[in-house]
């Protein structure tokens, strides 16, 4: 599926420059004292017309920014456009406005070549790079350019992502009167961007403006910027053409339309070798289930997931014999031959369109391609819904990837109908861990033996991670998810297990030593017997944080440390019980006293998948308890 960041790299690139010299250089530094450089102008213009009777649009980029540090200047040498076969780059000047002039010094050569991506085998999307000259404090570093986008129905948000100020940012949507628009503001509950229209002979400007704009810090945890960034979605409702009035994306309706002239002439025909395939997995199963699960798993195993975006056929999904023939495919595919094999047997299975988490829309509100990246199988097999994503090597037909968790899925019934479906989120108890580790003093430290069983998304973790890891990169691995109680952690002999569908398991068995951890003094031993607090350094900075948290999954761990005494000793002291909850987690501390040994049990679980910065202070209101008990020791005393 089309990948929307390729798109959004065409008009949010933090290298790029605009045209403006109003404020001076002191200004600029007095408003921003410690920031590198200034957009002083980020300008985009989305120009929609009739081409051959079809609504397309222009996009033209106008920025400049200027250079505020002498040292850093060097930043921002390196530039470059980013475009594609839909995105076609029509015109490109850019140059470099020297200090206390109007002097301009031209850009040098131009060096165009294929954008690569680590999680894309192959795209159409090109990279015009080049280098500013002369930048130095005070410098202006000026581009404009402008893009045909080939196709109206993937126009992108307008979003400021530059990731330093802007002094002044327009976005200015050009309407001629053959076409209608509407449009959404989103994230913008302070009126940051102020609309004013203009009509000029037969034309409409739709100008959205910010003065003085910086996006908010990053954070790794956070969801994609989409749930929190002001930015509109310009999109065409309607046209006039030589036809008449011709209607373009008002409703799911049209999306679905779309869409489904993708999936019209996919599989019409059985293939002889396919469905031998499929036979031959389902022939010695009873249930429907069993098979769709064969199909399912046989798909993982024989088929690579490989991302394909090359213009439509980032949107096309290609026949199931040719997927099967040459035995990978991108989601598209994937969902083409999963469909085709389960309804070979019998099976109710559709395709299904579908966004990540990363995409924060839904299909009524937001009725545009821009929705879903994505594209699975949905299966519905005695009167429950199954959704099926090929491209996870690891998932089981039972649990759904939770990339895609509480995601709507737009299910494709027939040419003209559907369904959307909302996917299910995996309550905590579907992923647990359970970890029982035992623990000996040694004369220098600690060492024993942890034994630990994963279950759901967390055992998917552990099967993913053993599928491209050789011997050595599979115990860096094992190290990093074993490692405890300090960075001196010394891993020794471990085993590596997991168990496919229906319960999707795995277990690690390791030997460790942790050397100067613990201490003696005199004739007492001092322990903090907690060693993996589960849930530390977890108060957020609501002062400085104003962006989302997102989590993975929820999930349940319970984890076991169980100290063996040593011989002549007894424990003389243990913090109490302990318990917090808030309604996004629950964190239980409990120890138990047995004859030769002492068991400190944490039992966590996570009860949330995105977490507004409204809700941090209730988040924080346990964190200060949890913090100081988990600095707790056990003392053991000689008898």
Known sequence: MMQLKQWILATALCSMAGVSQAQSLQEVQARYPNEAAVFLNYKTELRLFLQNDTPA??????????????????????????????????????????????????????????????????DDVKETSFDYPSLTQ??????????????????????????????????????????????????????LLKLSTEKKRGTTYYTWSMQHVKNEDSYGDAPD??????????????????????????????????????????????????????????????TSLQKAEAIYKWVQNHIRYVAFENGL?????????????????????????????????GIEAYYTWIGTRDIPYTYHDVPLPIVDNHMISVARIDGRWYFIDGTSPSSTIYLPPSAIQNKQALVGISDTKYE??????????ISTVEDSTFIHFTPDGIAGKEKVLYKGYYAEDVHNAQLYRDEKRLKEY???????????????????????????????VADFEVPGYGKKVGNEYYINLHLEKLFENQLIDTAKRK??????????????????????????YHPENFEAETKFYKLKVRYTKQQNSIIATQELTTKVLLLQPAQFAEWNTQMPRIQAHYKEQIVLEKN
């Not at 404009?144 to 992108?156: F, V």
């Not at 998810?481 to 496919?500: H, I, P, T």
């Not at 962006?547 to 003389?572: A, C, D, M, T």
Request: charged share 20%; aromatic share 10%; proline share 5%.
């Open 225 to 286: 910027d989409r749930y929190y960034e002001p930015h509109v979605i310009v999109y065409i409702s309607k046209y006039n053409n030589s036809a008449g009035q011709q209607t373009f994306v008002q409703s799911v309706d049209d999306l679905y339309r779309w869409n489904a002239s993708f999936t019209k002439t996919l599989n019409q025909t059985e293939d002889p070798a396919l469905k031998a395939i499929t036979d031959s997995l389902v022939k010695p199963l009873s």
């Open 313 to 345: 056929e980032g949107f096309r999904p290609r026949q199931a014999a040719e997927v099967c023939s040459k035995r990978y495919g991108d989601c598209k595919d994937m969902s083409s031959i999963i469909t085709q094999m389960l309804r070979m047997a």
């Open 138 to 191: 005070g410098a202006i570093a000026h581009i404009e350019y402008t893009q045909l986008l080939k196709e109206a129905h993937l126009i992108t948000p307008f979003s400021y992502g530059a990731g330093i100020p802007g002094w002044n940012v327009t976005f200015t949507a050009i309407v001629p009167e053959n076409i209608e628009i509407k449009y959404i503001v989103k994230n913008d509950p302070k009126g």
């Open 420 to 429: 959307i479906l909302t996917v299910p989120v995996a309550e905590p108890v």
């Open 57 to 122: 649009a222009e996009r033209k980029q106008v920025n400049d920014l200027m250079i505020l540090s002498e040292k850093n200047a060097g930043l921002f040498a390196r530039s470059a456009v980013y475009h594609s076969g839909f995105n076609q780059l029509t015109a490109m000047d850019a140059y470099t406005v020297v200090p206390g002039s109007k002097k301009k010094i031209p850009i040098g050569q131009t060096k165009t070549q294929n954008s690569t991506s680590r999680s894309i085998f192959y």
């Open 547 to 572: 962006v989302p948290r997102q989590f993975e999954y929820q999930g349940h761990v319970i984890s076991h440390h169980i100290l063996s005494i040593p011989e002549g000793y007894k424990v003389s």
């Open 478 to 508: 094992v190290k990093t998810r074993m490692g405890k109680a300090s960075n001196k952690f010394m891993l020794g002999e471990y085993k590596v297990s997991k168990q496919d569908a229906p319960t999707l398991e795995a277990s690690i």
